[in-house]
């Protein structure tokens, strides 16, 4: 027999599986879901009728995006300084 080590024992285990996104991604996500959400609420109360449903609807769906994009532009630059 020979005094050699086994392979098992000099290759180390494998790392369990980790997530490859973070809480500020999961953060994120849902922020853009519950907009998407909102959105969808504004449109389901247009299509019921209400003209001010329906203006609500219209200005939500074009102005989100952009406040979305500077809010989350706002908190990374604040974030990144500290």
Known sequence: MSNLPHD???QPS???WQPRFGIGTML???LIVSVV?????YFVR????GRASQLAFILFTLAAPLLLVVV???AQTIFRRR
């Open 14 to 16: 494998p790392r369990p």
């Open 72 to 74: 989350v532009s706002i």
């Open 28 to 30: 994120l996500l849902m």
């Open 8 to 10: 098992d024992a000099t």
């Open 46 to 49: 247009a299509m019921q009728g």
């Open 37 to 41: 959400g909102a959105a969808a609420s």
